[in-house]
Nanobody
């Protein structure tokens, strides 16, 4: 079982940038796909991005963030990052990272077994 802790959420103006971190403990990430999800008030949790593959070579992005967000994983395979650029008000949500017990990505939250507590991202002027 992985323990996941997100950080990096903040209040930022439209057009700004943030980098979220997901620190993992309990196991190496090499055998897990890690997904970023977000949930805005009154909306369902949605998949934002995922990194998987045995070497973290596979990445996937939701259409709404493609070209603006970048997911990456450090060489020690203990932290996953989500670089968010050109932020929009509609990106406002609680962002969660989650681990899947295989290294194949999915954008469906029900396939992820371990979750962090979430970090708030607010995009507003």
């Amino acid at each position: 079982q992985l323990q996941l802790v997100e950080s990096g959420g903040d209040l930022v103006q439209p057009g700004g940038s943030l980098r979220l971190s997901c620190a993992a403990s309990g196991s190496t990430l090499a055998y897990h796909a890690i997904g970023w999800f977000r949930q805005a008030p009154g909306k369902e949790r949605e998949g934002v991005s995922c990194i998987g593959g045995s070497s973290g070579s596979f990445t996937h992005y939701a259409d709404s963030v493609k070209g603006r967000f970048t997911i990456s994983r450090d060489n020690a395979k203990t932290t996953v990052y989500l670089q968010m650029n050109s932020l929009k008000p509609e990106d406002t949500a609680v962002y969660y990272c989650a681990a899947k017990r295989s290294y194949y990505c999915s954008d469906q939250p029900e396939y992820y077994a371990d979750w962090g507590q979430g970090t708030q991202v607010t995009v507003s002027s």
